[in-house]
Structures are given as structure tokens and as C-alpha cells.
């Protein structure tokens, strides 16, 4: 194990999120809401500890193997969510220690659970840093370090090899894997300030233009109101969130695509888009029939816009609510909770096993029954016209199997603490999905769980944002044998 370019860049990483508290800490010196010295004392805590892992270190020689790419790449979400959950601890709503950290992790793997009630009386410097922490994780904090962080001289290609979302992420859109990192970044910001122009100009004031266009990109749903986007009523506000969840659920490959070619063609000839695209129209007319057919709004168009809204919002994992959607009738909130397990694009800041993963499961389970029909015949997996080769297969099955196994070991976890069951698998379903909000117990927050049932969805929304493997292959002694 090369011990010192490890601890330079989990250094690295600290000093780099030690900026991440700057606004909040300014805008709470300005409004004098009191979280002042909490924004404080967490950037003194991370930067002394990223100086004291980077100075002793800085000259030291070597590459990241692979393996060490995956501990920095798990390490770092630890570490870096264990400091920044002080704030949230000192300053209101002054949680407890489990539920500041549970509620920081949620941030940062862009899921959007919370543990918080009362959000419209919280100062404005704790709803922005809700909303950095998301904006921070919407690309991966890793990725951050290695695109902004030149003075990391350590092997890039494992750090992005754990935190590159998808089957294929080992597509370079660049020849330095720094330079890839760079252009997906000024891509994010890009339609972050485009989201935040647009929440602007459609009636919301600019600090909630701001915080919302964060986690509309990010896929990730904290809002700075309880009532979610519902708190603003606007049919314009709601459509501006659909185009902007689509696109941060699209693969920023393509983006980075589309953006070097200057044209926006490359979005229909992709098939994944297409495929989600697809998926977000049909469920969303299903669900629209139903709620209809129920009589739960007036109208067919009311219960259209909710029911795309809320798909939209559950596929692209994001969560963000503009009705109580787990209280609609028959099976219209299980399908919204479902499509999130489809998720975006491999690529993306959307979380779920990822669009290209089911088409290919779809495609495969499709190739055995003409199997069972014609023994003898050859039926190949392809994806975009192209051979889907017999690894990537093996691969996407194993993950699949991996994701649900996780998922019933999280559920099962959880209720050992004393939460039903049903509460339990709603929540480890939103974790490891990265969605949110849920069904049951957890419909609109996670302030009724226990402690031990807050740190296994935290563990759980962990594992859904780096894809399981990541973090599981720590588990795997044959990783660490020389």
C-alpha cells in the first residue's frame, strides 16, 4: 500500500472541501443567524486535518494502484462527511451527532433524505450549505479533486475508476483523465447557472433560484421548504425542474459530446437518452390514467402534471415532491419509488442501476427465452448496434444481483433496530437508490428512525452512490494480499 500518496490525497480532498463551509460562513457573518462559529470550527477542523495529512506527505513518490484508488475513494466520503456534519450539530437545528451525519451523507451522494422538519424557519446560511454539499457531490467529490486539483500527482485513472458512475466508465472523453474531469465540471457548472437563471427568471427569488438550481442539476432534491417545489405552486417552475432533472440524469459523456460538436442531435441518436426519455413518457401517461381514473385531481391535465412531475422527479432520483405522492391510490407511489431503481444514465449524477444496465438485463433475459425457443440458435446482445460482449454481461448481471442483495440486507438491518418492515425496505430502497423520499415511516422525512437505523441508511446511501462494488471490494481480503 503506498501510504503517502493515499494521505496526500485525502489530504488534498479535505483542504479542498475546507471551501465548501466559506459561503455559508460569510452569508452567516452577513444575516448574524448565529451558525457563525459552527461554519468556523468546521473550516478550522478541515483544514488543519487536510494540512496535516498533505505537508508531511507532499514530496512523496509513487502511484495509486488500484486498490489504493478505491480506499481514497471510500475514505474520503467518510472522512470528509464525518467533519462536515459539526455544523449542523453546533448550528440550528443543533441535531444530534448520528442525524447531522446522516443528514450530510444524504447531501453529498445526492440523495436528499433528511432528518430535518422546519426547513422554512432555518437560517439562509444552513439551507445553502445543504445545497453545496449536494452541488459538491452532484459529480463526485473525487472527481473534483482531480479535475481541480493539478498538485495531485497521484494516478487519476483509479480515483475516477471508483467514482465514475456506470458500465462504462472507463471512457475517456479526454487523453488525461485531469482534463476529463475539468471539461465534465465546466459542463455541470455550466447548467447550473443556466438552471439557476431559468428558476430566476420564473418568479423564485435568487437565494432559492440558487439553492434549487444546485440540486435540480445534482439529481438530489434538498429543498429549502418543507413543502418541496410544492411550496411555489408554479405549473413554469415544475416544467423548468423536469428539464433540468432530465438533463442531469443524461450521461455527461454525451453532454461533453453534444457541447464539442455544437449540436444537440447527439441526444436523439443515443439510445440510452432515448430510453429514458421513453420510460419518463410512459410512466408518467400511465400514472396520469390512473390518478385520473382514481378522481385524485380535476381534470386529465392536473393529474398529467403531477404524475410527470413526480416520475420524472423519482426516475432521475432526485426526490423532489409536489404533492404527497405516497398517498396517492393504487399503485401509483410504488411505480414512482420503482423507476428510481432504473435511475439515469451510466455517467450522471442520477442514482439506480442506470438505464444502460436494464437494457441490457432486458435484452439478455429477452436473449435466454428465444434461447429456450430455439436451443441451437445465436441470439447476441447488442446495445447502440453494437456487440455487448460476454464480460460486460457477466458484469451488469453480477451488479444487478449485488444491488438487490444489498438492498434486502440494508431492508433486514434496518428493522432489526425496531422499525417495520415495511418502513425499513421504503427506506433502504430510497437509500441505495440515492431517491429520497419514500413510502411508510420515511414518506417525507427520516426523523422517526432510531440512531442504528439513521447509520445503516447513511452506510446504505454510501454504497448506492459508488455503485456497491467500490465500497464492498474493501470486504474482500484478496484486495489487500501482496
Not at 440458435?377 to 458484469?395: A, C, H, Q, Y
Amino acid at each position: 500500500m503506498n501510504h503517502g500518496p493515499i494521505l496526500r490525497a485525502i489530504g488534498n480532498v479535505q483542504l479542498l472541501s475546507s471551501l465548501l463551509v466559506v459561503p455559508p460562513l460569510t452569508l452567516s457573518l452577513y444575516d448574524r443567524d448565529g451558525a457563525t462559529l459552527a461554519f468556523f470550527d468546521s473550516f478550522v477542523i478541515l483544514l488543519t486535518v487536510g494540512l496535516a495529512l498533505f505537508l508531511p506527505t507532499r514530496r512523496a513518490q509513487g502511484e495509486l494502484r488500484l486498490r489504493d484508488g478505491f480506499l481514497v475513494t471510500t475514505s474520503v466520503w467518510i472522512i470528509t462527511s464525518a467533519v462536515l456534519a459539526i455544523p449542523l450539530v453546533i448550528a440550528p437545528p443543533q441535531l444530534g451527532y448520528i442525524e447531522a451525519l446522516f443528514e450530510v451523507v444524504s447531501g453529498l451522494t445526492t440523495t436528499g433524505s433528511t432528518v430535518i422538519v422546519g426547513l422554512d424557519a432555518l437560517p439562509r446560511s444552513v439551507l445553502l450549505y445543504r445545497a453545496l454539499l449536494q452541488f459538491y457531490g452532484g459529480l463526485g467529490i473525487v472527481v473534483l479533486a482531480v479535475a481541480i486539483l493539478p498538485s495531485l500527482r497521484v494516478g487519476g485513472l483509479q480515483l475516477t475508476k471508483g467514482e465514475v458512475t456506470g458500465p462504462m466508465k472507463n471512457n475517456k472523453l479526454t487523453p488525461r483523465i485531469r482534463d476529463t474531469a475539468a471539461a465534465l465540471w465546466v459542463i455541470y457548472v455550466g447548467l447550473n447557472i443556466a438552471c439557476i437563471l431559468a428558476y430566476w427568471a420564473a418568479g423564485m427569488n435568487f437565494f432559492d433560484a440558487l439553492c434549487h438550481g444546485f440540486t435540480t442539476v445534482a439529481t438530489s432534491g434538498f429543498s429549502n421548504h418543507d413543502a418541496s417545489l410544492g411550496y411555489f405552486e408554479s405549473p413554469v417552475i415544475e416544467v423548468i425542474a423536469i428539464v433540468f432533472m432530465l438533463l442531469g440524469s443524461a450521461s455527461f459523456a454525451l453532454h461533453f459530446v453534444a457541447w464539442r460538436h455544437g449540436s444537440a442531435l447527439v441526444y436523439a441518436e443515443d439510445g440510452e437518452f432515448r430510453t429514458l426519455i421513453r420510460i419518463a413518457l410512459f410512466l408518467s401517461l400511465f400514472v396520469a390514467v390512473e390518478l385520473w381514473w382514481q378522481g385524485m385531481y380535476v381534470g386529465f391535465g392536473d393529474n398529467f402534471r403531477h404524475a410527470a412531475f413526480q416520475v420524472v422527479s423519482g426516475l432521475t432520483t432526485t426526490g423532489y415532491t409536489t404533492t404527497g405522492f405516497a398517498h396517492w391510490p393504487g399503485m401509483a407511489p410504488a411505480l414512482v419509488v420503482l423507476a428510481a431503481f432504473v435511475g439515469g444514465c451510466a455517467g450522471s449524477t442520477a442514482g439506480g442501476i442506470k438505464v444502460v444496465r436494464v437494457q441490457i438485463v432486458a435484452k439478455l433475459a429477452r436473449r435466454e427465452l428465444m434461447r429456450l425457443v430455439h436451443p441451437h440458435g445465436r441470439f447476441p446482445v447488442k446495445l447502440n448496434r453494437s456487440m455487448v460482449g460476454d464480460e460486460m454481461i457477466t458484469t451488469v448481471a453480477a451488479f444487478v444481483t449485488v444491488f438487490c442483495v444489498s438492498l434486502i440486507v440494508s431492508a433486514l438491518a434496518i428493522a432489526a433496530t425496531g422499525v417495520d418492515l415495511f418502513t425499513a425496505f421504503a427506506a433502504a430502497a430510497s437509500c441505495i437508490t440515492n431517491l429520497g423520499p419514500g413510502l411508510g415511516g420515511v414518506a417525507l422525512h427520516f426523523q422517526d428512525l432510531n440512531d442504528g437505523a439513521l447509520m445503516i441508511s447513511a452506510l446504505t446511501m454510501l454504497i448506492g452512490r459508488l455503485e456497491v462494488f467500490t465500497v464492498l471490494v474493501l470486504l474482500t481480503p484478496a484486495l489487500w494480499r501482496e
